[in-house]
């Protein structure tokens, strides 16, 4: 590689991985606008619940074990062979080429073949990713919330993966010296198309592979976090933060609490709040980790595929609560930082996610349970619903009632707890009646 080379090659890095700075920056920037939580406790429990499900794919493997497995080579794979990437960044800079194979001799031609089957299984993976999300016609795939970007952005990502895995088997291909050295299980079957070509001819075919890769995967690393599959980088953390509480538990709102403990102790006066926020209404209002979820959500729809909300035929979709708040959470980014004006009409969280969508939430925690990176849609809806009916009094006729019967009658009937035993005055004259006939 000539000295320009080496100069272009500096520069495209540098700019590449500053605009990728700036874009993990931003979306750090925007996830701190979270409340705050502490998820530092149990750190065993975490690191194995992160090598389970974002390492290991568990949930992926246990419901669609194909699926899972498919996952996993793409995952892998990608992870993998984009250790040739430091291979790639050395000879860029230093003017070397494959400056790791005097080094490691047969361990490296071992791992390049190893690369190139992982490299060829991602190929194969993408192609059926490609063919099920677009000539299949599965529900999760069709829903409304897919149409437009979230459709592309799909597509297109499995588009470039096959291209840079492709233009990694040419890049080998075409090098005919470490052809001629080594024994490669894929690239080794397109060699021959080089075989015949000059000298000069096969080394312009493996700088052009080998420039191309390297811009792509610069490009993809600037793609991605605009993308759903920013979820490659997000899903460790998301699943080493899982809130490791038991599902059902519901978090009590501290001001609820210490209303309730005032009233049952007089003697407790609660603590004075500024501005007090009974649920949420904003994505300010959401905790780092809810945000940190809309960020890893990979738009999977296993979530929506299994509310029953959703199979009903109701409005509510929890991966479109969880594109919503990502879209929502943007927006108010951008608003922060200048780079876009409060908008006339004032909006929230809740211009997204309608009162609708929230009501037909049954707290069944299935979308939590199936989600493969560990997404709690749920303490969202939950927590905006809290908002709508203790801060906006717009919860819905029949539930206003249940709750002035549970304040003035401790339970959810409108019946006077005098009255609770009348049910069974019935049973007893009828109970009576029986003895005295027999
Ligand atoms: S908890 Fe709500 S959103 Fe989640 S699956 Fe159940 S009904 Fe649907
Ligand atoms: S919340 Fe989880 S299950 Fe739902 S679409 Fe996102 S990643 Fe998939």
Redesign the pocket.
Known sequence: MDFIAQIVFIIVLGVGVYFFYKSISRIRRNIQIGKDIDLTDNKPQRWKNMLRFAVGQGKMTKIKPIAGILHIFVYLGFVLINIEVAEIIIDGIAGTHRVFRPVLGGLYDFSIGFFEILGLLVIISCIIFLFRRNAMKIYRFQSPELKGWPFFDANVILVVEIVLMTALLVMNAADRHFQQDANMPVSGFIYPLFQNMSESTAYMWMQAAWWFHFAGILWFLNYVPYSKHLHIILAFPNTYFTNLNPKAKFQNNPLVANEVKAMMDPSFTPPAVENPRFGVKDVEDLTWKNLLDAYSCTECGR?TS?????TTGKL?S?RK?MMDTRDRLEEVGKIRAGAMPEPAEPKDLHTYITREELL?????????EVCPVNIN??EI?VNMRQYLVMEQSNAPQEWNMMFSNIENNGAPWQFAQSERGNWALDLEKESNKEENQI
Do not use: Q, R
């Not at 037909?360 to 939590?368: D, P, R, S, Y």
């Open positions: 979530c299994v509310c029953p909300a959703n509510l929890p609560v037909a939430c049954t707290t069944c925690n299935a979308c939590v849609p749920m809806i």
